[in-house]
């Protein structure tokens, strides 16, 4: 029952174009193990990212369209997309069906928590009527550049950790600790992100429109690495700044 209905969900996704048929296979395995590890409340947890998430990507499309002029992917995520953003929350789902502890809920509320921040920080932080500022410049820069922060992306971050450390205050009987916990390492996930994304993560020139990008072709032509590491990309920083968010809150906790 379990599969057949994160399966049902997946497909839904897919054909409404909200997941490509990788982010549809890779969706249905973290559901799946998600749900083994946490039961139904997990799976609500981890449907509350997906559905606000993708709302939240959907949300004044039109207007992030210029987006696609820079940016690598789409708001169509695939698997590497899913398994940055849940595959933290999944591998804990596994590790909580064979050995119950408190602190692997916590830290699955934390990995999701901060997959929520980074995703609410980005598509709200988009709209913002200012230009965010780089934190490695120091300078204004265009919305939606890896590592820029604004203060509606930064509110928005601080809503998207708290509506998740709400939901699991509700769905799980958390303590006040346990939330404050989920609440600020959640955020402090989309803040490391952040800084991933302004000194590590690979940034690129357009060789023909001389253009900021954060793709590897543009204008039909391979670009120039400006910053960063080529091996890393926006997939790479969403996992590592997830993972450092889960690690620090794990410290914390116990």
Same mark, same amino acid.
């Given at each position: 029952?379990?599969?057949?209905?994160?399966?049902?969900?997946?497909?839904? =996704?897919?054909?409404? &174009? *909200?997941? %490509?048929?990788?982010?549809?296979?890779? /969706?249905?395995?973290? @559901?799946? $193990?998600?749900?083994?590890?946490?039961?139904?409340?997990?799976?609500?947890?981890?449907?509350?990212?997906?559905?606000?998430?993708?709302?939240?990507?959907?949300?004044?499309?039109?207007?992030?369209?210029?987006?696609?002029?820079?940016?690598?992917?789409?708001?169509?995520?695939?698997?590497?997309?899913?398994?940055?953003?849940?595959?933290?929350?999944?591998?804990?789902?596994?590790?909580?069906?064979?050995?119950?502890?408190?602190?692997?809920?916590? =830290?699955?509320?934390? &990995? *999701?928590? %901060?997959?929520?921040?980074?995703?609410? /920080?980005?598509?709200? @932080?988009? $709209?913002?009527?200012?230009?965010?500022?780089?934190?490695?410049?120091?300078?204004?820069?265009?919305?939606?550049?890896?590592?820029?922060?604004?203060?509606?992306?930064?509110?928005?971050?601080?809503?998207?950790?708290?509506?998740?450390?709400?939901?699991?205050?509700?769905?799980?009987?958390?303590?006040?600790?346990?939330?404050?916990?989920?609440?600020?390492?959640?955020?402090?996930?989309?803040?490391?992100?952040?800084?991933?994304?302004?000194?590590?993560?690979?940034?690129?020139?357009?060789?023909?429109?001389?253009?900021?990008?954060?793709?590897?072709?543009?204008?039909?032509?391979?670009?120039?690495?400006?910053?960063?590491?080529?091996?890393?990309?926006?997939?790479?920083?969403?996992?590592?700044?997830?993972?450092?968010?889960?690690?620090?809150?794990?410290?914390?906790?116990?």
């Amino acid at each position: 029952m379990l599969v057949g209905f994160v399966a049902l969900v997946s497909i839904l =996704a897919w054909r409404f &174009s *909200l997941l %490509s048929l990788s982010g549809a296979g890779a /969706a249905l395995v973290c @559901g799946v $193990l998600v749900g083994l590890g946490f039961g139904y409340r997990g799976l609500s947890l981890l449907g509350l990212f997906f559905i606000t998430s993708s709302l939240l990507s959907n949300y004044k499309k039109k207007r992030k369209g210029y987006l696609t002029e820079f940016h690598e992917k789409g708001s169509k995520r695939d698997w590497l997309q899913v398994a940055a953003n849940g595959g933290i929350a999944a591998a804990l789902g596994m590790a909580y069906f064979w050995w119950e502890s408190p602190w692997m809920l916590v =830290a699955f509320c934390i &990995s *999701l928590a %901060s997959s929520n921040s980074d995703t609410w /920080a980005s598509e709200l @932080g988009t $709209l913002s009527k200012h230009h965010p500022f780089s934190v490695r410049s120091f300078k204004r820069v265009e919305p939606g550049t890896s590592g820029a922060v604004s203060a509606t992306g930064s509110a928005a971050g601080f809503f998207g950790a708290g509506t998740i450390a709400l939901a699991a205050y509700f769905l799980f009987g958390l303590n006040s600790r346990e939330v404050l916990l989920i609440l600020g390492f959640g955020f402090l996930g989309m803040m490391v992100d952040t800084i991933l994304g302004a000194f590590i993560q690979a940034g690129y020139r357009c060789r023909v429109c001389g253009r900021e990008v954060e793709k590897r072709h543009h204008c039909g032509e391979a670009c120039h690495l400006t910053k960063g590491k080529g091996w890393l990309q926006n997939d790479g920083v969403n996992f590592i700044s997830c993972l450092l968010a889960v690690i620090l809150g794990i410290i914390s906790y116990v």
